[in-house]
């Protein structure tokens, strides 16, 4: 482990060493890929939203089993036991929550009342400044750039406005995989990076091995919204070609068929899926339709084909635009150490302002 320290308002604010965040990618960041990521210094955060509530809290006792650093779990404010699933997180003393999806105020305030880091995801500045508003310590911003679901506005562009638009510590996504990444995002303002991509390729992930030789041989993502109804950047494969030219009907059929296969994973009854719809169709103002509300089963069984089941032929990877500059399959402790080493070098390399000394570090 590296002696190089880069200290920002990110690593004091989490109790990590480096500011590196893994995101908590459903399927893919499960004990053992958030365990090794904070024990090398970073700051790794389960992915719950897959998760049953007993699947959680045993996910949750397995990262403290394997690493006494801190860590997160990212949760879905529109889950029908939220309150539970906060409750949870404050009884078992984990450090960071993070959102996917839009959070509830009351649950930003229970979280920070209990002394929780609440660090929610956002696509647009009017997000962010609402969930500052609402008193998030701070906030993860992803750039059209990154994996899964995502918006239109390019990392580089987002990045400095929501930066210019509030005052807690921003954290980038979209597009990072070393070093010098994580020095554009400090030079832009933020306090680190996150990375999605970059850490389900490594040897800590779960991902079945013939998946990320998949993810390794190939270099085009797409967008679509035919996973969910929503915007979607995963790999450019045959499905989702298939997907893209299927009939509406042929889409509310596996719609169908997929939330029953969620609905028996998640241990969720019919009710229960009906409920957690109509929470998500009003966190998206009501612009989703019933349709495509019912798409959105598609996501966790889609992904879990490909993820857990070693399926990519049945299923869809999500993934970063990155992807097709990754080449290796470093453990998380390689990966960290690299992309800190590399950035404190490439720190002594910038040249100094004319009439001042060169910075000694």
Same mark, same amino acid.
């Given at each position: 482990m590296i002696d190089q320290v880069l200290e920002t308002p990110l690593t004091k604010l989490a109790g990590v060493r480096h500011?590196?965040?893994q995101t908590g990618m459903g399927w893919v960041a499960g004990p053992k890929l958030v365990s090794a990521v904070s024990s090398a210094g970073g700051l790794g955060i389960l992915g719950s939203a897959t998760m049953t509530f007993g699947q959680l809290k045993a996910a949750i006792d397995e990262v403290k089993s394997r690493t006494d650093q801190p860590f997160g779990v990212?949760?879905?404010?529109?889950?029908g036991d939220a309150g539970e699933r906060v409750d949870l997180l404050i009884s078992s003393g984990v450090k960071v929550a993070s959102f996917a999806l839009a959070p509830r105020q009351e649950l930003i305030a229970k979280l920070k009342d209990a002394g929780l880091v609440v660090i929610p995801s956002v696509g647009a500045r009017r997000h962010a400044e609402? =969930? @500052?508003k609402w008193g998030a310590d701070a906030v993860l911003v992803?750039?059209?750039?990154?994996?899964?679901?995502?918006?239109? =506005? @390019?990392?580089?562009l987002l990045l400095p406005q929501v930066v210019d638009a509030v005052d807690i510590p921003v954290i980038a996504a979209g597009g990072f995989f070393d070093g010098r990444g994580l020095v554009a995002a400090l030079a832009y303002g933020a306090a680190g990076i996150a990375m999605g991509t970059r850490f389900l390729l490594t040897k800590d992930s779960s991902v079945p091995d013939q998946v990320k030789q998949r993810y390794l041989s190939m270099n085009e993502t797409v967008v679509t919204r035919q996973v969910d109804g929503m915007p979607h950047r995963v790999l450019n494969t045959p499905l989702v070609d298939a997907l893209e030219k299927s009939s509406g009907l042929a889409q509310l059929a596996r719609s169908v068929r997929n939330?029953?296969?969620?609905?028996?994973?998640s241990g969720q009854s019919w009710p229960e899926l009906v409920k957690d719809g109509l929470a998500m169709k009003r966190g998206h103002g009501k612009d989703?339709?019933?349709?495509?509300l019912l798409m959105a089963a598609n996501t966790p069984m889609l992904l879990k084909s490909a993820m857990v089941d070693g399926r990519p032929d049945l299923g869809v990877m999500a993934s970063g635009q990155v992807v097709s500059v990754i080449d290796s399959l470093?453990?998380?402790?390689?990966?960290?150490?690299?992309i800190v080493t590399t950035a404190a070098e490439t720190l002594r390399r910038l040249p100094a302002p004319q009439g001042s000394p060169a910075p000694s570090r």
């Open positions: 500011p590196v965040v990212n949760l879905r404010a529109d889950a609402k =969930v @500052a992803q750039g059209g750039e990154g994996g899964g679901h995502t918006g239109a =506005v @390019a990392t580089t939330a029953a296969r969620f609905r028996k994973i989703l339709s019933w349709s495509q470093p453990d998380a402790e390689e990966l960290i150490d690299g």
